[in-house]
């Protein structure tokens, strides 16, 4: 930031470019059209770059020493510890099946609020009167409710915890974890129902390009052909901001732990204006949401962050990643995102093929908590 001649110039790799000029007017008492911001070059965001804390930091300390520039950077030790956190989430459902279809799902989600953790930070930086009345999170319920199952009693309800650390922003937002815990609890139905998983799910859908796309994963995947002993396979669906997505996920389970093979993922993108630009995005959104649900964790200790650097932290690593297949149907409506919509289905499919390897049944993440992956 550099502060000089009565104008504010910030350069940050950002995400929100409109509030880091609300930021810096209001830490400068300068009116918003002598505040420029340069939103620089930069690698993955995710989420984590709508903060502020950064732009804060090196405005302030411009201000210290106007007419020079100041440049912050963070350690990856203080950003470990001093960030915003995708919010823990919990949830609890009862179901009836009956003649191989679910009859009932009745679904309880429970996560802290992101819009109101996020809306308490940008009023301590902008200065923006309290309102008052806090809004609905629709991401509480995003990628579990509006799912074109075919259901007839069908409920989701929400739950909004305060929070326990402050929570932001993750690839895919809500339905990175209610997908987890929705086409898990379909494959525990699948399970209950004594069906095949992917053709109970086509049984239950009549919207064409989801059942395209899971159609395109059998077929990608070779689903219901016999496997050598020790592989599995699991699928997942999801309708996440208008993209249907399937995934299949292959891995091989033996005693030195489990192996991720083979990845197929098939979505419909409505236009694909560059279809190698969606493979690459589908292809990062899975290895991604793959890490995460392997190994992704935060512990608390005596108020502080326990993991500070990638020694505590793992991540997916390439000998960990499967080969990934991807599928791109277009239904010529308009052009949708293609970011995020692979993320949700990830962990689990993943979640799904280990119970079919195994019989266990793992319902909370991190997997790496009770598998070791080779």
Known sequence: ALLKDGRLDIWAGNQFPTLAVLVGAHLTGLEKDAVRVHTTYMGGAFGRRFEMDDVEAAVLAAQAVPGRPVRVTYSR???????????????????????????????????PSLFVSGELRRRRLTGEPDTGVPKADVSITAGARRQPY?????????????????????????????????ESIMDELVYEAGMDPLTMRLSLLEHAPSRQVLESVAEMSNWGSELPPGRARGVAYALFKRVATATVIEILHSDAGIKLLRAFAALDVGIALDPRNIEAQVQGALNFSLSEAIFGEITVTDHAVDQTNFDDYPFLQMHHAPSI??????????????????????????????????????????????????
């Open 77 to 111: 030790e203080e950003d470990f510890a001093h960030d915003v956190y995708r919010p823990m989430a919990t949830a609890r459902f009862r179901a009836t099946v009956a003649d191989g279809k679910p009859t009932a799902l009745d679904l309880h989600l429970s996560a």
């Open 325 to 374: 297949e991807v599928r791109i149907f277009e239904s010529g409506e308009q052009i949708r995102g293609v970011g995020e919509a692979a993320t949700p289905t990830a962990a689990p499919a993943l979640g799904n093929a280990i119970f079919a390897a195994t019989g266990e049944r793992i319902r909370e993440l991190p997997f790496s908590r009770y598998f070791n992956f080779i």
């Open 150 to 182: 075919q259901i007839d009693n069908y409920r989701v309800t929400a739950y909004r915890p305060a929070e326990l650390l402050p929570v932001g922003w993750w690839r895919a937002v809500g339905a990175s974890q209610n997908t987890f815990f929705h």
